[in-house]
């Protein structure tokens, strides 16, 4: 329906190593959003990156980075995973800057830490 | 204090109920409000947008009081499939989500 899809679906890792999660968009959206929900919470926003440079930042360490590539498609990676990074990381597409519409969110990655 | 704040929930009500949820949020400078719906594993969905005269979609009516800095969404005539987690978001790029209420319709 929105045309975000995200891989992997599920992946399990084990604390201190490095996880790497998939966006894309069917069609190009020039602006994409990444947020972090733990069970029982809403999403957090860890960053969005607007024509492959970083845009905006929430209250994530630096061990959380991205990429935007000039199809639009976008990774997130996370170093030294933690226990506490066990959560359901969801990509959003925006229509891009000065937009009034809202974002939508792909199907999300859920990913357990060990 | 965060910056979204909502109903911590749960509401089980009847099929037919009217139901209301509240938000608060803590920035005066933002323009941009939303509630989404999220069913149980899945991706959050846009639910409807939040103008300042307030605005209805069928059964849902979302309302914004900015100088109280509140939001609200009532909900009437309460159907089965309505039963999710609500969540009250606030801005545009950076979207801030409260932590959700959830509702639960019961025949």
């Known amino acids: 329906e929105t045309g975000v899809t995200q891989s992997p679906t599920h992946l399990i890792k084990t604390r201190g190593q490095q996880v790497t999660l998939r966006c894309s968009s069917q069609?190009?959206?020039?602006?994409v959003s990444w947020y972090q929900q733990a069970l029982g919470q809403g999403p957090q926003f860890i960053f969005q990156?607007?024509?492959?440079?970083?845009?905006g930042r929430g209250n994530f360490p630096p061990r959380f980075s991205g990429l935007q590539f000039p199809n639009y498609s976008s990774e997130l990676n996370v170093n030294a995973l933690e226990l506490d990074d066990s959560a359901l990381y969801l990509c959003?597409?925006?229509?891009?800057?000065?937009?009034?519409?809202?974002?939508?969110f792909g199907p999300g990655t859920r990913l357990l830490v060990l | 204090r965060k910056e979204v704040e909502q109903d911590p929930g749960p509401f089980n009500v009847p099929e037919g109920a009217t139901v209301a949820f509240n938000c608060t949020y803590s920035?005066?400078?933002?323009?941009?409000f939303f509630w989404y719906r999220q069913d149980c594993r899945k991706e959050p969905k846009l639910l409807m947008s939040?103008?300042?005269s307030g605005n209805e979609d069928g059964r849902f009516t979302a309302q914004l009081n900015r100088a109280s800095q509140y939001i609200s969404l009532l909900i009437r005539d309460s159907k089965l499939s309505d039963s999710a987690t609500y969540l009250c978001?606030?801005?545009?790029?950076?979207?801030?989500f409260g932590a959700g209420t959830r509702l639960t319709v019961k025949p």
């Open positions: 069609s190009g959206h020039n602006t």
């Open positions: 990156y607007y024509r492959e440079e970083e845009n």
């Open positions: 978001v606030v801005g545009h790029n950076d979207m801030r």
């Open positions: 959003a597409r925006n229509p891009g800057r000065g937009g009034e519409e809202t974002q939508y």
């Open positions: 939040v103008y300042s």
């Open positions: 920035n005066s400078a933002s323009q941009s």
